[in-house]
């Protein structure tokens, strides 16, 4: 059955792809930049990003019949964001998540930052608006819809022209609805094949309180791939 809240988080994924797709129509109407004759024009750096990550999840600490480091489900994002000014992101993304008890949880969520740069160091803080439905645990039948805000900081170290250390990336969830407080702590690395193209991997650890105070949730290790163009 479609619900408000199911128009609502399609229009969250359309609004994201719409604005998008008016900075990029903004960009190409200012032509490009002119260079003096004989000069070199540098090659245009890429602005735009797809990534697709897989995440198994196992639990976090033992609690009733789910024993720590037992399986609880796997995670799949799509996501597209786009830089522009060189420090300003806007993105958006979808994620299932898929459950051992063969039930699914879904998020629609868009999001805006600024990158601070420091030499190799990027220091990026961010805000998020999204909707969770089916499978979420929260009201009395254990499948309401929730809409939430979260807030990121990420902190990158670029190694090389090819290694990034993704030294942290920190995440502050909650439902405006429900207490659904969802923190998570995570590390990685990315590999960059040149430009347009980089794979990645990390791990992560994160926390709920859904009324009961705040416990270990989940163990997760991501997979995932990006393309820019």
Known sequence: ????????????????????GTFAASAADLG????????????TAPTTTFGIEASPEFYGRSSGSNALGNYADTAVKAS???????????????????KE????????????GYKFKFDKF??????????????????DHKDSNALYYA?????DLKLNSQWTWNVFN?????????????????????YSFDAYNSV??????????TGGGLKGDKINVAFGYKRSF
């Open 200 to 209: 990645y991997t990390n791990a992560g650890y994160s926390w709920k309180d």
């Open 32 to 43: 490009a930049v002119k260079v003096p004759d004989g000069a070199i024009e540098a090659p």
């Open 101 to 112: 008890d063969d039930t699914q949880q879904y998020y629609a969520e868009v999001t805006g």
């Open 1 to 20: 059955m479609t619900t408000p809240r199911h128009i609502l988080s399609a229009g969250i994924l359309s609004a994201s792809a719409l604005v998008l």
């Open 80 to 98: 597209l964001s786009h830089t522009f000014g060189g420090v300003w992101v806007l993105g958006g993304s979808f994620q299932a998540t898929l």
């Open 170 to 190: 920190l995440r502050y969830r909650d439902a405006f609805d429900y207490q659904w407080i969802t923190p998570k702590a995570a590390t990685g690395i990315t």
């Open 151 to 155: 807030f990121y900081l990420a902190g």
């Open 122 to 139: 990027t220091l990026t803080p961010s805000v998020g608006l999204g909707d969770t439905w089916d499978a979420t645990g929260l009201g």
